[in-house]
């Protein structure tokens, strides 16, 4: 998704009335793609970039609980949040879609405005995590990981460019490789969560090392720059100041006076 660009939704539904409905009612803030059971989701999903999905749970083939369990448990899909559709407003019911990965739960029936406001909010709080580990020299990138699975890939990507930090040619090509993985699907991966390259997440994770340097050590600035992969202590300081808005001595500055 890009800032100029719509989110896009997949909703799923076999009510085709329903599904229509909520279409008309959405397409002017996203782009939406239209499912009639979780088999079809899931084939969307193979040839589309998805913001977030919003699914009944009594559907055919695939329902909304298997649904839910079987992206949460991909690694590919796991970030996408999923709201859940639902007739039923048992306890049980809920517990179930929330035991499955379901981000939100919304009982039938409801308002347009109600499902709206939950969609937004969801897209918003991904947002603010991820502008907050942007701009921030010690946001860890765990932090832009909402749930488990998402967490253990960031947490091995994280430790993988840390362990290559000092390799100035560190790319998306080697990060695959090391994680026997595809590039476009690492590419699709990394990008869904972070809204960033590969490059980029390279790049922000060297300086927030860097970062962390600066904070522990007594190192000099053209030695924390060499120990995280640039190739000269200006390139490094003008990165460090066009990401955090402040030069790496003013972080440090401002760190200890804290």
């Given at each position: 998704?890009?800032?100029?660009?719509?989110?896009?939704?997949?909703?799923?539904?076999?009510?085709?009335?329903?599904?229509?409905?909520?279409?008309?009612?959405?397409?002017?803030?996203?782009?939406?793609?239209?499912?009639?059971?979780?088999?079809?989701?899931?084939?969307?999903?193979?040839?589309?970039?998805?913001?977030?999905?919003?699914?009944?749970?009594?559907?055919?083939?695939?329902?909304?609980?298997?649904?839910?369990?079987?992206?949460?448990?991909?690694?590919?899909?796991?970030h996408i949040p999923?709201?859940?559709?639902?007739?039923?407003?048992?306890?049980?019911?809920?517990?179930?879609?929330?035991?499955?990965?379901?981000?939100?739960?919304?009982?039938?029936?409801?308002?347009?405005?109600?499902?709206?406001?939950?969609?937004?909010?969801?897209?918003?709080?991904?947002?603010?995590?991820?502008?907050?580990?942007l701009n921030s020299?010690?946001?860890?990138?765990?932090?832009?990981?909402?749930?488990?699975?998402?967490?253990?890939?960031?947490?091995?990507?994280?430790?993988?460019?840390?362990?290559?930090?000092?390799?100035?040619?560190?790319?998306?090509?080697?990060?695959?490789?090391?994680?026997?993985?595809?590039?476009?699907?690492?590419?699709?991966?990394?990008?869904?969560?972070?809204?960033?390259?590969?490059?980029?997440?390279?790049?922000?994770?060297?300086?927030?090392?860097?970062?962390?340097?600066?904070?522990?050590?007594?190192?000099?600035?053209?030695?924390?720059?060499?120990?995280?992969?640039?190739?000269?202590?200006?390139?490094?300081?003008?990165?460090?100041?066009?990401?955090?808005?402040?030069?790496?001595?003013?972080?440090?500055?401002?760190?200890?006076?804290?």
């Open positions: 998704m890009t800032a100029l660009s719509k989110p896009t939704l997949i909703i799923a539904d076999d009510n085709e009335e329903l599904l229509q409905f909520l279409t008309d009612d959405l397409s002017e803030n996203f782009e939406i793609l239209k499912a009639r059971n979780g088999k079809q989701v899931i084939e969307l999903l193979n040839d589309h970039q998805v913001d977030l999905i919003i699914s009944d749970i009594m559907m055919p083939e695939i329902d909304g609980y298997a649904l839910c369990a079987a992206l949460k448990s991909d690694l590919e899909h796991s999923i709201i859940l559709l639902t007739a039923k407003n048992t306890l049980e019911a809920k517990i179930e879609g929330i035991e499955n990965g379901a981000d939100a739960y919304v009982e039938k029936p409801f308002s347009p405005e109600f499902l709206l406001v939950q969609i937004n909010s969801l897209l918003k709080n991904r947002q603010n995590v991820r502008n907050y580990f020299p010690i946001s860890h990138v765990l932090s832009i990981g909402q749930n488990t699975s998402d967490q253990a890939f960031l947490e091995k990507l994280d430790q993988l460019i840390l362990a290559n930090i000092q390799n100035s040619n560190l790319n998306v090509d080697k990060l695959a490789e090391l994680l026997h993985m595809s590039r476009p699907t690492l590419y699709r991966k990394i990008k869904s969560i972070s809204n960033l390259s590969p490059n980029d997440l390279i790049n922000i994770t060297r300086l927030k090392k860097a970062a962390a340097l600066l904070l522990e050590t007594d190192y000099k600035i053209y030695q924390i720059s060499d120990s995280v992969g640039y190739s000269s202590a200006t390139h490094f300081n003008r990165n460090f100041q066009k990401q955090f808005g402040m030069t790496p001595v003013e972080f440090q500055e401002k760190s200890k006076s804290n």
